[in-house]
């Protein structure tokens, strides 16, 4: 079992940074990849961000290269997702996962891969 809670979302203005966390508790190994999604109002459940657990093979979608980045503080077991660059369109709730039996060759953007969700924290980017 792992258990995830989110942290660190908030209201900001356009251009704005916000650094979301994600602790784990429970069982964490290296294999893991750990990832963020987001979900709008009214759209599907979109990726963000992936890495494994051991700090390898990170992966972003495109609409947050160079914006975002994910990484991670083994010894407080905490993954976190640092958001530069806000714009309106990453308004949304941010949701951390964990995906125990990665696929290989995976590139960790499958949310349906994921075998445990944290509660979400919402982003909200006032233009």
């Known amino acids: 079992q792992v258990q995830l809670v989110e942290s660190g979302g908030g209201l900001v203005q356009a251009g704005g940074s916000l650094r979301l966390s994600c602790a784990a508790s429970?069982?964490?190994?290296?294999?893991?990849?750990m990832g963020w999604f987001r979900q709008a109002p009214g759209k599907e459940r979109e990726f963000v961000a992936a890495m494994r657990w051991s700090g390898a093979s990170t992966n972003y979608a495109d609409s947050v290269k160079g914006r975002f980045t994910i990484s991670r503080d083994r010894t407080k077991a905490t993954v976190y997702l640092q958001m530069n660059s806000l714009k309106p369109e990453d308004t949304a709730v941010y949701y951390c996962a964990a995906d125990t039996r990665p696929p290989g060759g995976s590139d960790f953007s499958t949310p349906y891969e994921y075998d445990y969700w944290g509660q979400g924290t919402q982003v909200t980017v006032s233009s």
């Open positions: 429970g069982r964490t190994f290296s294999s893991y990849a």
